[in-house]
């Protein structure tokens, strides 16, 4: 869950707000939000996204990314805050288009 680690299809980070801006959920004017996996495109829509981060991310800080599933984190010397979400969420939230 840290770069240069080795990839990973089980969680992706979630921006609840950015560095300079609201971040790229709440700041989205696209239809569809895509995360990648190895083999597929799980398209969500923002506003599905935001209602399931609303439900489910709790507004507990934690230290350490790995400890970020459904908590808030921020990293170090940045006002952002960020979230790891369970890849099934989103595939429970969204679809999938294989990759080709």
């Avoid at 240069?4 to 569809?32: F, M, P």
């Avoid at 935001?50 to 921020?74: C, D, G, L, M, N």
């Amino acid at each position: 869950m840290s770069r240069g680690s080795e990839l990973q299809d089980d969680y992706h980070w979630i921006e609840l707000q950015g560095v300079r801006d609201d971040g790229w959920l709440y700041n989205s004017h696209a239809d569809v939000i895509a995360f990648e996996t190895n083999d597929t495109w799980i398209m969500v829509r923002p506003s599905d996204l935001i209602q399931y981060t609303q439900r489910f991310v709790e507004h507990e800080s934690v230290e350490r990314p790995q400890e970020a599933i459904h908590k808030i984190y921020t990293r170090r010397n940045r006002n952002d805050i960020i979230t790891l979400v369970p890849t099934s969420d989103l595939r429970s939230i969204g679809w999938e288009v294989k990759k080709k």
